[in-house]
């Protein structure tokens, strides 16, 4: 399957800013930034940052928007509204009269210095873990009503953030499975990471997921970026869904190796259902020559990951997965050929039937066997 990308605009592309543009400045520097893994956008300076995408592969699709900012001392407001055309599920994709769509993408009020940073917004946060699409969240999904704070202490960065995924009604397992159980529940997101550049030019990161669920208000613990949900939901919490990424990258010279792997469910214990680990590694390397920049990566996801026996605990927002596309059951290799805003993409992807949205097989509530 090929991909080609254009993007029509030498002003900053607020909208398909891969985080392959921070690996491109993380080779043009003497080293990786100290928050590697997760971009803090810099919001300092008053400006209106105009932009258009154009995609072309298997969807059509074609946006026009720009990013205004507002800012004094070391508070920022920011806003991005567009408009677009064409097909495809990229937000926004609700059509006006079948023909156009609309919205806000990026909004919010930041507060920045040296060591700290804070987010209260409508907004998405971009994970650099890889060069296209973390598979700690994907840079395709809506805005997400969010904190999100940055701590720095030297060689370690600590991030944590809270959205709101919305209200759900509906039954607690698929409904072709159990349509007898129902729940209402307030969904959050709650990611927290902690990235450490012991060296340089050297990078490793842990970040633990979570979909949690209340009836009512929400626990003031999910604000909290030390610990480990894992701990918490042993010890207090009801079921959590807690997914875990490890990643780490190596920049040497002009090239940059990196690695991630998402354990989603590891069964270090005999399950009754036979239940299997649902775990995705994506890897590759990045390098520069010349004007030129190349990537070649490599994808596997197990038929699971993502997913759950909860509707309300998938890793999803609304009609959109949060993880990286193409979401579980997938193996893919993508090269990556670029200069300046113009790119072109190749990649095989062999792809199974599941995705996060898919109905889970095995209804919990009924003895086995």
Known sequence: ??????????????????????????????????????????YATNSIQPFVQYISDTLTHTTAGFT???????????????????NGRIY??????????????NSGINYK???????????????????????????????IPMLSYTLKFGWLTITQITGY???YSGTLYAPDVNPSDTVDINRYLLIHRFSFRPYKNLGFGFTEIGIAGYNGGFDPAILNPIGIYYEKQFNLWNNV?????????????????????????????????????????????????NNYTFVLEYNRFTRWVYGHFYVWQRYTYGNYPLGMEPASDFENLI??????VLSFDFEYRNKGESSPFTSWPVDYTQPQG
């Open 1 to 42: 399957m090929g991909l080609i990308v254009f993007i029509l605009s030498n002003f900053y592309p607020f909208l398909y800013d891969e985080p392959l543009v921070e690996f491109k400045q993380w080779i043009e520097h003497d080293s990786l930034f100290v928050n590697y893994g997760v971009r803090t956008n810099n």
């Open 241 to 289: 869904n807690i997914i875990w990424n490890f990643d780490a990258v190596l920049k040497i010279k002009k090239t940059i190796l990196y690695a991630n792997l998402l354990i989603d469910d590891f069964q270090y214990e005999d399950d009754p259902w036979n239940e299997p680990a649902h775990m995705g590694i994506n890897t590759g390397i990045v390098h520069k020559l």
């Open 92 to 105: 926004p994709d609700k059509k006006w009269k079948n023909k156009v769509s609309g919205g806000f993408i």
């Open 113 to 143: 210095t040296k060591n700290f940073s804070i987010l209260v917004g409508n907004t998405r946060v971009a994970f650099t873990t890889s060069p296209f699409n973390s598979p700690i969240l994907s840079l395709d999904t809506p805005p």
């Open 165 to 167: 995924l919305g209200f």
């Open 68 to 86: 205004g900012i507002l800012s004094k001392n070391n508070l920022s407001v920011f806003f991005t509204p567009v408009v677009s055309t064409g």
């Open 335 to 340: 090269l990556k050929i670029g200069r300046g």
